[in-house]
């Protein structure tokens, strides 16, 4: 089963997955805001600016800020596809890599600690998938399968607020370790994969506190390392007993079912930018994301065997040792928050090894495997506010998924 792209809401980290920024209004650790004036406020705990509601007159304070230690948490059901299904971009001579997915998603989010300026949060995102297309990638119709596990203890800290020129600055630390809950991963022998992550994160005005719309941006930059343990440098089946013929003509039976090495380690490196606009009382959320990741092959061992069976006797080819595979990754898409319980999102993303199979550079915004994806998002911890009053009053969303799955099985990535 091949490896996809998890697209859903919070994918403007995908190239790395941080999976540290949010989308947040005010938490009760955050400060009072010493700059109304500016009309935006830095989140401690989210890790971005927000509006500042106390820059505006109040008639009646009917709702608040979100006051639950578990807040970030959420459910989500996404629909992804890919491009040329839908009718956009080439024609292909194969069909095998068409394929609708959809996807059921949880953000489990727990505050651990909360200070002034810093906060430590850990988080899960539980998920699994059914396809309901006849890819190449599944071996059933409407085949369901569980996605790899993450769990995560995430830093934040504010490192430097400048409110009379609306300069904002922040730093998220990510220690995630991806559990193998998907045949792909079990299936391939993989115990677990570890993956640190940083992102920066700057706030800077754009129009300015007093103009409706365009106040402020986001931009960041975010890497993240992972390292695959294992059993195996290849795909294999224990209990597969495939007929191979050696170089010699000889048969011999194998348990492989691909000589393709997976990446013991990779590093992504990634830029995003984000924008927040009030649109008559709801949230319009808009991200773009561009990345790079370089995969790192491990060597093949060297053995006795002959490699290559000439009339003049065998040749041994030498082992080339380790190399590094090069990708990229582009995302980009809006989510718009009607209320602050739920949001509809709509996103693009491609991404896949720098050269196609015809040994011809991609293109970094398109190739047949790229992908739309559209959703639904719940913010549970939300609607148990709304229940119990106060209603809150800004979406607080966090990224708590792992795109470390890619386009291609071949990312994310995001991240």
């Not at 919070?10 to 805001?33: E, I, K």
């Not at 948490?73 to 040329?84: I, P």
């Not at 489990?108 to 890819?135: D, G, R």
């Not at 002959?306 to 009339?311: E, G, K, N, T, Y």
Request: with cysteine; proline share 5%.
């Amino acid at each position: 089963m091949r490896a996809r792209l998890d697209l859903g809401l919070g994918a403007f980290l995908l190239v790395t997955s941080t999976a540290g920024a949010a989308w947040a209004q005010r938490t009760p650790s955050a400060p009072a805001s010493a700059g109304a004036r500016a009309g935006v406020k830095f989140n401690t705990a989210g890790g971005h600016v927000e509006q500042d509601s106390s820059a505006e007159p109040k008639e009646k304070e009917t709702k608040g800020p979100a006051r639950l230690p578990w807040r970030g948490t959420g459910v989500s059901w996404d629909h992804s596809a890919t491009t040329s299904l839908l009718g956009v971009g080439q024609d292909e001579q194969s069909v095998a890599h068409e394929q609708y997915v959809q996807t059921f998603s949880a953000a489990l989010n727990y505050f651990v600690i909360e200070q002034e300026k810093w906060s430590v949060a850990v988080a899960a995102a539980p998920s699994f998938s059914v396809e309901l297309t006849n890819s190449s990638d599944t071996t059933t119709i409407h085949e369901p399968w569980l996605n790899d596990l993450p769990v995560n203890a995430t830093y934040r800290r504010r490192l430097y607020t400048n409110e009379e020129k609306e300069l904002y600055t922040g730093l998220s630390l990510n220690g995630t370790v991806i559990l193998p809950t998907s045949p792909a991963s079990y299936n391939a022998g993989t115990y677990f994969t570890t993956s640190p992550r940083i992102a920066v994160f700057q706030t800077f005005p754009l129009l300015g506190h007093e103009a409706k719309h365009f106040q402020s941006m986001t931009v960041g930059v975010s890497a993240r390392w992972d390292h695959r343990f294992g059993t195996y440098d290849t795909a294999v089946n224990p209990d597969l007993n495939q007929p191979r013929m050696d170089a010699r003509g000889s048969t011999f039976l194998s348990d492989d079912l691909s000589f393709n090495r997976f990446a013991s380690n990779s590093l992504r490196q990634g830029v995003f930018v984000f924008l927040s606009e009030d649109i008559v009382g709801t949230t319009l959320q808009f991200f773009a994301s561009l990345g790079l990741n370089q995969n790192f092959l491990p060597a093949l061992p060297d053995d006795a065997s002959c490699d290559v069976s000439l009339q003049t006797g065998c040749v041994n080819l030498k082992n080339q040792g380790s190399f590094t595979q090069y990708g990229y990754s582009f995302a980009g898409g809006f989510t718009w928050f009607p209320t602050a319980e739920f949001g509809l999102y709509l996103n693009y993303a491609n991404g896949g090894g720098q050269l196609g199979p015809n040994g011809q550079r991609r293109n970094v915004f398109y190739n047949p495997n790229a992908q739309f994806s559209a959703g639904i998002a719940l913010g549970v911890d939300a609607i148990f506010e709304a229940l119990t009053g106060p209603r809150r009053k800004d979406p607080f969303f966090l990224v708590a998924k792992d795109d470390k799955k890619k386009l291609e099985k071949k990312i994310p990535s995001t991240m």
